[in-house]
C-alpha cells in the first residue's frame, strides 16, 4: 500500500495522527521520524518541518542502518522502534514496555511485547540499549535481519538478554485482531475507528477500541480476512524463535 502514512484521516494524514497518540506516552524520549532518501519521502520530511518533528533519512531498504544511524546522530542511550504502520498503538502499552525495560535496564539488552506477542496486532514496542542496536548493525547478514532491524537481537537468545512483556490479561489477540497498516481494508477499518471514537476522546485507549468492535461488529469485519498475517510467513524456514502460532498462519 504505496505512501501508506499519508492517507488522510480526520483532515490529516493518518502519520500525525499516530504521532500524537506515541506522544501520549509519558515516559517516551526524544521522538525521530525515521524515513528513507527517496524523493517520494520528501513528503514526509516537509510534515516533519511544518509540526517541528526530529526527521532522519537514511537507507530505504536497510532499516538496521536507518535506526542505527538515526540513533547515533541523537545520541541516544536506548532505542525504542516503533513502526509507522502502527497508529491505532495504545500509549499505556508504549509505557508499560518502556517501564518494564527501564526497571530491568540491568537485566536485558532489549524488551519487546512480540515475542511472543499477545496484545492486538499494531502496538508494537521494542526497545533497546544502543550497545545492543550497534552490534545487532555490525553482525547482521541476512537481507531479512536488516530490513527489519531487529530479528538478530530477538533471533539469538544466547547473544542477548531478551525480556518480554505479555498482556496482564492473559488473553492472546495478536492474531485475531488486527490494528496495523499493510492493506486498503486495514485503512478503512482504521479510518473508521478513529470517526467513531477521536472526536468524543482523542486519545482513545485499546479498550475502547475492544468496546467499539463489540458494539459495532461491522467494523471489525472490515479487515477481518487479514487477521493472522505478518512478515514472519515468508521466512519461516529461516526463523528459529518464532511462536508456533505463526507458522499455522
Same mark, same amino acid.
Given at each position: ?29 526524544? +521522538?525521530?521520524? #525515521?524515513?528513507?532518501?527517496?524523493? $517520494? !519521502?520528501?513528503?514526509? =520530511? ?7 518533528? &526530529? ?77 545492543? +542496536?550497534?552490534? #545487532?548493525?555490525?553482525?547482521?547478514? $541476512? !537481507?531479512?535481519?536488516? =530490513? ?7 533471533? &539469538? ?93
Amino acid at each position: 500500500m504505496p505512501d501508506k502514512v499519508l492517507k488522510p484521516v480526520l483532515g490529516e494524514p493518518i502519520l500525525l495522527k499516530m504521532i500524537e497518540r506515541v506522544k501520549a506516552s509519558k515516559l517516551h524520549g526524544e +521522538l525521530v521520524i #525515521a524515513t528513507t532518501q527517496e524523493e $517520494k !519521502d520528501d513528503v514526509i =520530511e516537509g510534515i516533519c518541518r511544518a509540526n517541528n518533528l &526530529n526527521c532522519f533519512r537514511g537507507h530505504s531498504k536497510d532499516l538496521l542502518d536507518r535506526h542505527y544511524q538515526a540513533a547515533l546522530l541523537y545520541k541516544a542511550d536506548a532505542v525504542v522502534k516503533i513502526p509507522s504502520d502502527c497508529p491505532l498503538i495504545d500509549s499505556d502499552i508504549i509505557d508499560e514496555v518502556l517501564q518494564y525495560f527501564i526497571s530491568h535496564s540491568a537485566r536485558y539488552d532489549f524488551v519487546s511485547n512480540l515475542h511472543p506477542a499477545s496484545w492486538p496486532d499494531g502496538n508494537d514496542v521494542e526497545i533497546m540499549h544502543f550497545s545492543t +542496536l550497534e552490534k #545487532a548493525w555490525k553482525e547482521a547478514k $541476512k !537481507d531479512f535481519e536488516r =530490513e527489519h532491524t531487529t530479528p538478530y537481537i530477538w533471533e &539469538n537468545p544466547s547473544m542477548f538478554r531478551i525480556g518480554e512483556v505479555l498482556w496482564a490479561t492473559g488473553k492472546d489477540y495478536s492474531t485475531t485482531h488486527r490494528w496495523t497498516l499493510d492493506y486498503p481494508e486495514d485503512f478503512e477499518f482504521i479510518k473508521r475507528v478513529y470517526e467513531e471514537l477521536y472526536p468524543q476522546k482523542v486519545n482513545f485507549t485499546l479498550d475502547d477500541i475492544l468496546n467499539l468492535l463489540e458494539k459495532k461488529p461491522d467494523v471489525a469485519e472490515i479487515n477481518h480476512t487479514r487477521a493472522g498475517e505478518y512478515w514472519y510467513k515468508n521466512h519461516l524456514d529461516e526463523l528459529k524463535h518464532v511462536d508456533d502460532k505463526w507458522k499455522k498462519k
